[in-house]
């Protein structure tokens, strides 16, 4: 949520929700800062202490967010995959994000992709929401994954509002 045409940051009020966030080990300097970053936004939305669980790398994050989505309200992936001289790269970014979007929509839980997919480490850092960052991707993953669930508390209480 960076870029030309980002929203605002609106308020949220997760009062009472629950925030799972999985997140590699690989790249502990990048990621570790948008786990903090995270929990901060939570911390500011009202949602409960958020469970924190660690994976290895990237292509772990899917199946470990699937678990969580199903005892939480919404999930935040955190990760970081730098490209290197070889195309995995492009399969590693391809499944987490394919895997990602299959348990949000399985699940009906939101889940936010936080992995970046970058060049470089210094773009990585970039992103990481560290001291001099141009962005903050552990913050705005957890304000998005809240911030849907939000809507989607809304949305399940008015079906379940008696009509009439």
Not at 43 to 69: F, H, M, N, R
Not at 148 to 157: I, Q
């Amino acid at each position: 949520m960076s870029g030309t045409g980002r929203p605002d940051e609106a308020t949220i009020d997760a009062a009472g929700l629950t925030l799972g966030i999985v997140a590699t080990r690989w790249n502990a300097e990048v990621v570790e800062p948008m786990v903090r970053r995270a929990m901060d936004a939570a911390k500011q939305a009202g949602a409960d202490t958020p469970t924190v669980v660690k994976v290895a790398g990237s292509i772990e994050i899917p199946v470990v967010a699937q678990e969580l989505a199903r005892t939480h309200d919404a999930v935040v992936a955190l990760g970081a995959v730098v490209r290197g001289g070889t195309p995995h790269f492009d399969y590693v970014c391809l499944s987490v994000t394919q895997g990602l979007t299959d348990v949000a929509l399985r699940e009906a839980t939101p889940v936010a992709n936080g992995v970046l997919t970058c060049d470089t480490q210094e773009q990585a850092r970039d992103r990481a929401g560290l001291p001099g960052s141009r962005e903050d991707k552990g913050w705005e993953a957890a304000q998005a994954a809240l911030d849907s669930a939000v809507v989607l508390r809304g949305l399940r209480a008015s079906e379940t509002r008696p009509t009439g």
